[in-house]
C-alpha cells in the first residue's frame, strides 16, 4: 500500500520563538499530546519534544521511521510564534532537498485581510506550484486572539477567491481541536457548509475531522462532493483507544461514496506515524456488532489502500505511480530497507520518556 501521509509538521516550539503568551499555553497542549496519543516507546521527555524541531528530522520519522512514501508539508500561519510554528522557510528546504517526497501547502490569515492576499502570493511564487493553503479558525496578534469563520464573505471568502485564480485547488482548515483557552465557535464544522456551496471548484480539507463534531463531520461528507476529511489526530486513537477510533470511522464511512473523501494523516511530529500507521493498516476492522447490525460494511484491503494514499492522490490529481518510481532508490529508500529504523533514532532526541 502506497501511505501518502497529508499533514506533517516540524515544529519551533523553542521558547525563543514565542511572539506572545499564548504560545506557551499550544506548545503545553501538544507536548501533552505526544504523551497521551503515544504508546510505551513513543513517549518523548517535555526537553525533548519542546524544541525547534528540524525538517530533516520529520522527514527521516517519516520515511526512514515509518512506512510513509510521501507527505504534505503545511506552512502554518499561528502569529503565536514568531516563524508561525511551521514556517516558509522549513517548506523551501524540504522543496529544496526532497521534492519528489513532498508536496506542499501555503499558509495564510485571513484576519491579516490584504496582507494575507500577498502573503498568500509571494508564497505561491515561492514553492513550485503548491497545492493547497492551510487556515487556523483564530488570528493571534499581539495579547489578543481574534477568530473568523469559513462562510464569512469579507474575511474568508477573498482568501478562496484568490487562492483559486492563483491554482490552488484545496483549501485545508484547522477544526475540531481548539489550540488553547479559545472560543469553541470557530472550531465547529457548519461554517463550511456556505464555502462548499460558493466555491465548488475548492475542495475543503477538514483538518481533525472526527476528533470533535463527528456527526457534522460525516453528514458533511455525505452532502459535498468537495468536503474531504484529514484523519490527523483522529489517526492516533487507532492505538491508544481502538474503540473510540472504530466508532468515528463507522461514523464518516456512513455515507455511500463518503470513503472516497476520508484521508490518512499523522500530524508527524506531533506524534510518531509509524505504531498508528501499523495499526489502521494491519489490524483495524469493524466488530461483527457493527457489521452484522448493519451499521457499516467491514472495511475492506482496497479502503484501507484509498485512506492510505489513494484518495489523497485524486484529490490533487497526482501521479501515484510516477511519484513511487521516482523515489523506489532514493537515499530515504536506501535508509529504510525492509524494517523501519527505531523509533526517534535518526533524529536528534536523546532519550525517551
Known amino acids: 500500500m502506497c501511505v501518502f501521509d497529508a499533514v506533517v509538521h516540524p515544529y519551533n516550539l523553542d521558547e525563543t520563538n514565542f511572539a506572545t503568551e499564548h504560545a506557551r499555553s499550544i506548545t503545553t497542549m501538544l507536548s501533552r499530546g505526544n504523551a497521551g496519543t503515544s504508546p510505551e516507546g513513543y513517549?518523548?521527555?517535555t526537553e525533548d519534544y519542546e524544541r525547534d524541531w528540524g525538517i530533516d528530522e520529520v522527514a527521516t520519522m517519516s520515511f526512514v521511521e515509518c512506512y510513509t512514501d510521501l507527505a504534505a508539508y503545511h506552512v502554518t500561519p499561528i502569529r503565536a510564534f514568531h516563524d508561525g510554528v511551521n514556517s516558509v522557510e522549513k517548506g523551501l528546504e524540504a522543496q529544496e532537498r526532497w521534492s519528489d517526497r513532498f508536496v506542499f501547502y501555503v499558509g495564510v490569515d485571513p484576519m491579516e485581510g490584504d496582507a494575507a492576499l500577498e502573503d498568500l502570493e509571494r508564497q505561491v511564487e515561492l514553492f513550485h506550484d503548491p497545492v493547497g493553503l492551510k487556515l487556523y479558525p483564530n488570528s493571534w496578534t499581539a495579547g489578543e486572539v481574534r477568530g473568523w469563520l469559513m462562510d464569512d464573505p469579507e474575511v474568508a471568502f477573498p482568501v478562496f477567491e484568490r487562492a483559486a485564480q492563483l491554482g490552488i485547488r484545496t483549501v485545508a482548515i484547522h477544526k475540531a481541536l481548539p489550540l488553547g483557552p479559545v472560543e469553541l465557535l470557530h472550531y465547529r464544522v457548519d461554517d463550511i457548509d456556505r464555502a462548499a456551496i460558493a466555491f465548488p471548484q475548492l475542495n475543503f480539507e477538514i483538518v481533525h475531522g472526527g476528533m470533535a463534531f463527528l456527526e457534522e463531520t460525516a453528514w458533511q461528507l455525505a452532502r459535498f462532493d468537495n468536503v474531504w476529511?484529514?484523519?490527523?489526530s483522529t489517526a492516533t486513537m487507532a492505538r491508544r483507544r481502538p474503540k473510540a477510533f472504530e466508532h468515528a470511522m463507522a461514523t464518516l464511512m456512513r455515507g455511500?461514496?463518503?470513503i472516497e473523501r476520508i484521508l490518512w494523516g499523522t500530524g508527524a511530529m506531533v506524534a510518531h506515524p509509524r505504531p498508528h500507521l501499523e495499526a489502521f493498516a494491519r489490524e483495524f476492522r469493524f466488530s461483527d456488532e457493527l457489521v452484522e447490525g448493519g451499521?457499516?460494511?467491514?472495511?475492506?484491503e482496497d479502503d484501507k489502500r484509498a485512506i492510505l494514499g489513494e484518495n489523497y492522490a485524486r484529490m490533487h490529481g497526482i501521479d501515484l505511480e510516477?511519484?513511487?518510481a521516482a523515489i523506489a532508490d532514493d537515499d530515504f529508500a536506501r535508509r529504510r530497507g525492509d524494517e523501519p529504523a527505531p523509533p526517534y533514532s535518526t533524529t536528534r532526541v536523546s532519550v525517551l520518556a
Open 229 to 232: 476529511v484529514n484523519l490527523e
Open 322 to 324: 510516477a511519484r513511487l
Open 43 to 45: 513517549r518523548l521527555s
Open 295 to 300: 451499521i457499516v460494511a467491514q472495511i475492506t
Open 256 to 258: 455511500p461514496k463518503s
